[in-house]
């Protein structure tokens, strides 16, 4: 049986094309899988799970209830735009929520699955706002505001993060939007040597880290994307024996 992960599909009503995609690929492809990870950043952004009131939203998330009906052992992990996914969310999909990071212990091999910005630690004022947005008091507050207001709030954070986005793409700044090596030499270590999925940099790859001379990989998930470009939508799928990269166009 298989396993398939994604992650940073940012699923919004500005992107009809990958929603078909993966409503299409919930539908068919994705029946034939033992389990589907989705590891952060299903949607553009999650401000509540009052969220599900939206039409988009509840066709996606009657999909995933399907999926999870159909007998598919479905996993999400809340990523940094849907840290806000909650037990109405879960309920409505049939999805367990997943702690980040989670280790995925498999008959013949050992995982540990993250969303990947916890280990973007350079960006300090980004780790400062994550910090901050996942304390009890801050989703208390932030939840207790009306949707619209929160719908707003989304909005802005998000064009901020596009404009340091940009900013830090500049120059010799690239390095904060990627993984800290030292943070992720001692997650791996901490982890056993586990082989390491996540997503969040957009920067889909196959890395191999030597940790205590003990060879260990590293896949970065591919974002899904379209816009300018080609589309992309991909998945990563685990057969038993090895991963590999399967695409959805
Ligand atoms: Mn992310």
Redesign the pocket.
């Known amino acids: 049986r298989l396993i398939f992960f994604v992650?940073?599909l940012h699923l919004s009503a500005q992107t009809p094309t990958l929603t078909r995609i993966f409503l299409d690929f919930l539908g068919s492809r994705a029946r034939a899988a033992e389990a589907l990870y989705i590891l952060?950043?299903l949607f553009e952004y999650w401000v509540g799970d009052d969220d599900l009131e939206d039409p988009a939203n509840a066709a996606i998330a009657g999909a995933l209830r399907e999926l999870s009906d159909s007998g598919v052992e479905l996993n999400i992990m809340r990523?940094?735009?849907d840290f806000l996914f909650g037990e109405r969310f879960a309920a409505a999909t049939g999805a367990r929520l997943l702690t980040d990071p989670h280790v995925l212990s498999l008959p013949a091999w050992q995982f540990v699955l993250s969303?990947?910005?916890m280990l973007c630690t350079d960006d300090a004022e980004y780790q400062a706002f994550r910090t901050q947005s996942r304390a009890a008091e801050w989703q208390t507050a932030f939840l207790a505001k009306p949707l619209a207001e929160r719908r707003a709030i989304a909005r802005a954070l998000r064009e901020q993060s596009e404009a340091g986005k940009h900013e830090k793409a500049q120059g010799n700044n690239a390095y904060l939007m990627d993984l800290n090596p030292g943070a992720t030499e001692d997650f791996l270590r901490d982890h056993g040597y586990a082989t390491f999925i996540h997503?969040?940099?957009?920067r889909p790859a196959t890395h191999d880290h030597i940790v205590d001379g003990i060879s260990v990989e590293r896949w970065v998930l591919s974002d899904w994307h379209e816009g300018d470009g080609p589309v992309r939508a991909e998945c990563l799928v685990w057969d038993g024996e090895q991963l590999s990269r399967e695409k959805l166009t």
Not at 199 to 202: I, N
């Open positions: 992650s940073d952060g950043d990523g940094n735009r969303h990947g910005d997503g969040h940099t957009h």
